[in-house]
């Protein structure tokens, strides 16, 4: 997982609670990603960031929030309008926009009841 | 967008045997096609990757055959071991400017011994 880390690593809440999951990383990556990780889904990207103090939204960024205020931080806040929050997320950075290998965070699987 | 298909969704093998994935993409510009490699609980890690201007790439065990013609790539795994049980995932993307990785929806990989 090599210089990025993802706390914790399970994580339960009740419906209804807004939830932050973190990314730290020190690799001095100016890339961060958020992805969801669903049984036969493969990886849906939720948000990235490009450098410090800039996101977008990816594919399924509906009822999630980011923040990107320092270059090593990227947390990722699960809302109450996540309809369905629970699955496992994967933190990644790379080097550059425009770059290659991404790499990835050992995981947060958060649990909803 | 980028569309990426990947089969079999999971695919059992004897130690010792070969193993093959296969992908197909949609976009004809993706020109960066890396292969990860995701342990049980883990992030998934970068296992080999290949580029447009090469049809083929080797290491030790395991290569990555491209064909941009009929956009599929693949990745073989000789000689398997039991340690090369796995979920393998296969992306896709335009190597300019910043463009997300496009997953597959990953394969599950058992070798038995």
């Known amino acids: 997982d090599g210089g990025i880390t993802q706390s914790p690593k399970y994580l339960f809440r009740k419906e209804g609670q ?4 973190s990314c730290e990383q020190n690799l001095n990556h100016d890339a961060m990603y958020w992805y969801r990780q669903d049984p036969g889904q493969g990886l849906r990207l939720i948000y990235y960031s490009q450098i410090v103090n800039d996101f977008q939204k990816g594919d399924i960024a509906e009822g999630y929030s980011v923040s990107r205020e320092k270059k090593e931080s990227f947390p990722l806040t699960v809302t109450s309008a996540q309809k369905n929050p629970t699955a496992f997320y994967l ?10 290998e991404q790499y990835f965070g ?8 | 967008g980028e569309n990426v298909e990947q089969h079999p969704s999971t695919l059992s093998v004897q130690e010792g045997d070969s193993a093959v994935i296969k992908c ?40 990555v055959t ?11 795994i000789t ?11 296969c992306a896709a993307k ?20």
């Open chain 1, 106 to 113: 050992p995981g947060t699987r958060l649990t909803v009841t």
């Open chain 2, 66 to 76: 491209l064909n941009k013609t009929a956009k599929h790539f693949s990745l073989h």
């Open chain 1, 91 to 100: 933190c990644a950075c790379s080097t550059s926009g425009s770059s290659y």
């Open chain 2, 94 to 113: 335009r190597d300019t400017g910043f463009q997300k990785l496009v997953f597959g929806t990953g394969t599950r990989l058992l070798v038995s011994p």
């Open chain 2, 24 to 63: 197909t993409y949609s976009d004809s510009a993706s020109n960066y096609f890396p292969w990860y490699k995701q342990e049980l609980g883990k992030g998934p890690q970068l296992i080999i990757d290949i580029r447009s201007n090469v049809g083929e790439k080797k290491d030790q065990r395991i290569a």
């Open chain 1, 18 to 21: 807004n939830v932050t999951l």
């Open chain 2, 79 to 89: 000689e398997t071991q039991p340690e090369d049980s796995a979920v393998y995932f």
